[in-house]
C-alpha cells in the first residue's frame, strides 16, 4: 500500500501523519516506537526491530550448533 503524506514542522523536527489504515494494520498507537532506516532507496519507517533479524539469525546458529546440549538442558 503506498499512502502520501504531508510534513508537518513539530518544533525543530518534521513529523508525518500515518493513514489509519496503516497503524491498524500493524498495531501501533499513539505513543508506539518505530524504526526510521536510511536506505538507498529513500527512508524506511518501519515498527520492527532491524537488529533483531540478525540476533534471530545467531541464535538459530547456536541452536543449531548446541542443539544436543540444550536437549539435555531442557529435560
Known sequence: MIKETTLRKYGGSLGATLPK????RFNLT????????E???????????????SVMEAEARI???YQNALRELAQ
Not at 489504515?21 to 491498524?24: G, H, I, V
Not at 499513539?30 to 532506516?37: E, K, L, M, P, T
Open 39 to 53: 536506505t538507498e532507496q529513500g527512508i524506511l519507517l518501519t515498527p520492527y526491530d532491524p537488529d533483531f533479524l
Open 21 to 24: 489504515t496503516m497503524t491498524d
Open 30 to 37: 499513539a505513543g508506539d516506537s518505530v524504526f526510521v532506516i
Open 63 to 65: 541452536s543449531k550448533q
